[in-house]
């Protein structure tokens, strides 16, 4: 039996072969890199539609997920890295770039709401400035290298949601402006420590379509209680990081799967009058060392 031409011209479509006859399409890609995304890209896609038996409705609500995720996003929310932090992708792309080896602080996501600048602040001072209670704490620490060796005069900018679980930029005009938020600069020993307030753990955006797919799954929307971390210096790799508050609700369960083990601290109750009084803080308050291990560069 001879077999129909059309069957075996090249370009002809063939479900059985439809990833590899669209990867071949794509082999005049100039980027070598980009010709390799894309290629595994469209392989894995056609292997997925086939795989579940992908439905032309079904298809379709796919495409409109995605069309609405667009359409949420403006110049302070971006609902397609939502996208990704809800389906672990961000911290998998971020753990891959910086894998841990026990030696340096591991980095976690940085998630949307440093989109503010942090106010530059004096070692000591306080980023609570709203001061609508919760559970005053110092927090203290000290930037080295591989080494050991101290990053003198290092950058270590920190943001966080208060006792309520609320970025500032959720309460405009209810908080001062970048309320929570500092940008210090370590001593000359690598050392640094600023006041706060605990942190809450708080729910990420869900009124998109991202929060439409975290209800149809069944997962809460709850990222455990943190503090986010920044620390740069010339010469040095950007760390990008959070620290955990030991005990928080969700640590088993944050709903971006940013937590890792070395990352969460107890934030232990500290009473000690002349302590407090050292650092203008009432007694009691909760205390939180955060050494961090930054990699130079090269
Ligand atoms: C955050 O920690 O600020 C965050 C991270 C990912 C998604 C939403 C919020
Ligand atoms: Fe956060």
Redesign the pocket.
């Known amino acids: 039996m001879t077999e129909h031409p059309a069957a075996t011209a090249p370009g002809a479509f063939d479900a059985a072969r439809s990833g590899e006859i669209v990867a071949a399409s794509l082999a005049g890609t100039a980027d070598p890199r980009l010709r390799e995304l894309l290629t595994s890209l469209v392989r894995h896609t056609h292997a997925f539609v086939k795989e579940v038996g992908l439905t032309p409705e079904e298809w379709a609500a796919g495409v409109d997920f995605l069309t609405r995720t667009g359409q949420k996003c403006d110049a302070v929310r971006q609902e397609f890295v939502?996208l990704s932090?809800v389906l672990g992708v961000?911290m998998l792309v971020d753990t891959l770039a910086h894998p841990a080896d026990g030696a340096y602080t591991e980095s976690t996501?940085e998630?949307?709401?440093h989109l503010v600048a942090s106010p530059p602040r004096a070692l000591g001072d306080t980023i609570d400035e709203a001061a609508r209670g919760g559970d005053p704490c110092l927090v203290t620490g000290r930037v080295t290298d591989g080494d050991g060796r101290p990053v003198a005069g290092a950058r270590i900018d920190v943001w966080q949601a208060d006792a309520d679980g609320f970025?500032d930029v959720q309460r405009p005009g209810e908080v001062p402006e970048r309320n929570l938020r500092g940008l210090f600069t370590a001593d000359g020993d690598g050392r640094f420590r600023f006041r706060s307030v605990v942190p809450r753990y708080y729910p990420?955006?869900t009124d998109g379509p991202v929060g439409g797919l975290l209800a149809a799954t069944g997962r809460h929307p709850y990222?455990a209680a943190?503090l986010?971390v920044e620390v740069s210096a010339p010469g040095v790799v950007t760390l990008t990081t959070?620290l955990f508050v030991a005990g928080s609700p969700h640590l088993d369960s944050d709903?971006?799967f940013?937590v890792k083990e070395s990352l969460v601290r107890e934030f232990a109750e500290v009473d000690d009058a002349e302590r407090a009084a050292e650092h203008g803080l009432p007694n009691p308050f909760r205390h939180v060392d955060f050494p961090v291990t930054v990699r130079r560069e090269g």
């Open positions: 939502l932090d961000s996501v998630g949307p709401f970025y990420v955006p990222r943190h986010h959070h709903a971006v940013g």
